[in-house]
């Protein structure tokens, strides 16, 4: 029986870095953000974003994309068939993956929002013995407005901003789990970070696996090497990530601090996350 374990989240929240720990094992595989690769529109945009890479048009197995394992087929089916829907493309991914690897496999996806995770339940429904479960990945307000500081230079007004997206978007996501019935579990980037081999282990509890189905912080090297992504944290895609590590830069930024003061729902959610997921 065919898993799909999705990893829904914000951006920069630790969802490739989970995508791989989680399809590193045996049994396993990790793709990246799915949805992001099989749309054309988003494929463009993220080969012009990195493309004065080399390794631009490499799977993170270190092959191109059209001579991968995983992706030749599908990128030849994609050519072939320009007009096809995001459904049958993520079905021809499916398909691709149980030849290569077999049928009683774990397949994640860091496709990250509830629109691409409803294209995988669609495509679960029409797959009898197809089972889908939820990883929700959340970091720290702060950190995560330190990061989006960093990639998008945001000013203090852009900062603030930026504060009550991350409730929203969180809001949405849980509302939407909530709603649906569908069984997922939090992880916490913080916990991931600082607490790994526990954090892991309650992955591990609710996906069901045990040993190295689901590897810990220490192989992500080899985690990594095993992966087939081709969209997704450019670190993780480029072979340039070997560790986990947790960027504290915030615990210094002035006008962060002073705005997670200020934002009072957000620092409510927050809070409640720290409370009830990194258990310190």
């Given at each position: 029986m065919?898993?799909?374990?999705f990893?829904?989240g914000?951006?920069?929240s630790?969802?490739?870095?989970?995508?791989v720990?989680?399809?590193?094992g045996t049994?396993?595989?990790a793709?990246?953000?799915?949805?992001?690769?099989i749309?054309s529109?988003?494929r463009?945009?993220?080969l012009?974003?990195?493309?004065?890479?080399?390794?631009?048009?490499?799977c993170?197995?270190?092959?191109?994309?059209?001579?991968?394992?995983?992706?030749s087929?599908?990128?030849?089916?994609?050519?072939?068939?320009?007009t096809?829907?995001?459904?049958?493309?993520?079905?021809?991914?499916?398909?691709?993956v149980?030849?290569?690897?077999g049928?009683?496999l774990m397949?994640?996806?860091?496709s990250?929002?509830?629109?691409?995770?409803?294209?995988v339940?669609?495509?679960?429904?029409g797959?009898?013995?197809t089972?889908?479960?939820?990883?929700?990945?959340v970091?720290?307000?702060?950190?995560?407005?330190?990061?989006m500081t960093q990639?998008r230079?945001?000013?203090?007004?852009?900062q603030?901003?930026?504060f009550?997206?991350?409730?929203?978007g969180?809001?949405?996501?849980?509302?939407f789990?909530?709603?649906?019935?569908?069984p997922?579990?939090v992880?916490?980037?913080?916990?991931?970070c600082l607490?790994?081999?526990?954090?892991?282990?309650?992955?591990?509890?609710f996906?069901g696996?045990k040993g190295?189905d689901?590897v810990?912080?220490?192989?992500?090297?080899?985690?990594?090497?095993r992966a087939?992504?081709?969209a997704?944290?450019?670190?993780?895609?480029?072979?340039?990530?070997?560790?986990?590590?947790?960027?504290?830069?915030?615990?210094?930024?002035?006008?962060?601090?002073?705005?997670?003061?200020?934002?009072r729902?957000?620092?409510?959610?927050?809070?409640?996350?720290l409370?009830?997921h990194?258990?310190i």
């Amino acid at each position: 029986m065919t898993k799909i374990v999705f990893i829904a989240g914000l951006e920069h929240s630790g969802t490739t870095i989970l995508d791989v720990l989680v399809g590193g094992g045996t049994g396993a595989v990790a793709l990246g953000e799915v949805s992001s690769f099989i749309n054309s529109e988003t494929r463009g945009s993220f080969l012009s974003r990195f493309g004065h890479f080399e390794d631009a048009h490499l799977c993170s197995c270190g092959k191109r994309h059209d001579e991968c394992l995983v992706w030749s087929d599908v990128v030849r089916y994609i050519s072939e068939n320009p007009t096809s829907d995001l459904v049958m493309r993520y079905r021809k991914v499916v398909e691709s993956v149980e030849r290569n690897f077999g049928t009683d496999l774990m397949l994640s996806d860091s496709s990250k929002s509830i629109g691409a995770l409803g294209t995988v339940l669609e495509v679960a429904q029409g797959r009898p013995g197809t089972e889908v479960r939820i990883l929700l990945a959340v970091k720290d307000v702060r950190s995560f407005v330190s990061s989006m500081t960093q990639v998008r230079k945001l000013n203090v007004r852009g900062q603030f901003s930026c504060f009550r997206w991350w409730r929203g978007g969180n809001a949405q996501f849980l509302s939407f789990l909530e709603t649906s019935g569908i069984p997922y579990h939090v992880v916490l980037y913080e916990a991931l970070c600082l607490r790994t081999r526990l954090t892991i282990k309650g992955i591990r509890e609710f996906l069901g696996v045990k040993g190295e189905d689901c590897v810990d912080g220490p192989q992500l090297r080899h985690a990594r090497e095993r992966a087939h992504i081709c969209a997704g944290n450019a670190d993780m895609v480029f072979r340039n990530r070997d560790e986990i590590r947790y960027d504290c830069r915030w615990f210094n930024q002035m006008s962060i601090n002073m705005l997670y003061g200020l934002s009072r729902e957000p620092r409510r959610m927050n809070q409640q996350f720290l409370a009830e997921h990194l258990q310190i």
